[in-house]
């Protein structure tokens, strides 16, 4: 009888530990209402996530505070904290600034100069500031429910001052994160974002409960350009992964962030920083 016990005492620690080291693979697609596409997968396991989209990697390691970027199409990465991070892309946008006004009149050049200084108050924040704020958000649960990815899901409609702002489906059936610091998580994933507003939801207490309730299988997101901008969960899957996709690949040579970044932007962001520039220009903090 005592043996039996303990192949059955053995058989539930196996099968708790299996579960322990399970991670969760989750597919998603993001397009706006001219069709643009954007494809990501997220690899959540012991406090490790990889977020994948089909230029680039970044790997969060909630346990070090450390911050990987993989670049597979130049064998690059780069690894540090957020600090460095933050302070790497000011090292970025002050220089691609400066060529940007270059030729510019003197009161383009003033809003550069507010602009720089702008990001490093950000950068230089107190590190005892929560990452977490109030927004005054309304969350309502609407009754609309939805099959999404094969969960059931219930639509909750975000608003702030009564304006809606974002739809966002979540289902409880299941909860990847339910192991994960959301708070560190919102918060690392916040300060990877090339800029800020003050209407960022995903850092506010109201969000951050809404979504310890399981997994937003869809969300859709006023686009400043028109229409919405949506997400949907394609796939999720709960097996164990091989830490090694945690790690950069070992035929990865090292590169500084201000490297990454301009190979990066010759290609793809050049446009997206004079559109910031301009932007900046019309906004009512420089008049």
Not at 95 to 115: D, F
Not at 211 to 218: D, E, F, T
Not at 240 to 263: D, G, S, T, V
Request: net charge negative.
């Amino acid at each position: 009888m005592k043996y039996i016990i303990k192949i059955i005492l053995l058989s539930i620690f196996g099968i708790i530990s299996n579960i322990a080291i399970a991670g969760w693979v989750i597919s998603e697609v993001s397009y706006d209402k001219f069709g643009n596409k954007q494809f990501q997968t997220t690899f959540i396991q012991n406090n490790m996530i990889r977020f994948e989209t089909e230029s680039s990697v970044a790997i969060i390691n909630l346990k070090t505070g450390n911050i990987t970027l993989l670049f597979g199409m130049y064998k690059l990465y780069w690894q540090g904290s957020i600090e460095e991070f933050k302070a790497g892309t000011l090292e970025v946008f002050e220089q691609k600034l400066e060529n940007i006004v270059a030729t510019a009149s003197p009161e383009e050049k003033e809003v550069a100069i507010e602009l720089i200084a702008e990001m490093r108050r950000q950068i230089h924040v107190s590190k005892n500031d929560t990452v977490v704020y109030n927004l005054n958000l309304d969350i309502i649960k609407t009754d609309i429910k939805e099959e999404i990815a094969g969960f059931k899901a219930f639509k909750y409609d975000v608003l702030i001052e009564d304006s809606l702002v974002e739809s966002i489906w979540i289902t409880d059936s299941i909860n990847p994160y339910s192991d994960v610091n959301l708070e560190s998580m919102i918060s690392f994933t916040n300060e990877l974002k090339s800029s800020t507003t003050s209407n960022n939801i995903d850092g506010s207490s109201e969000y951050l409960n809404l979504i310890k309730k399981g997994l937003a299988v869809k969300s859709q997101e006023k686009n400043p350009n028109g229409g919405y901008y949506t997400t949907v969960v394609s796939g999720v899957i709960n097996t164990n992964i091989n830490n090694e996709i945690f790690h950069y690949p070992p035929n990865y040579r090292k590169a500084q962030l201000a490297e990454i970044m301009l190979i990066r932007d010759e290609n793809i962001d050049n446009y997206r920083l004079e559109q910031e520039f301009h932007n900046a220009k019309e906004n009512s903090l420089y008049d």
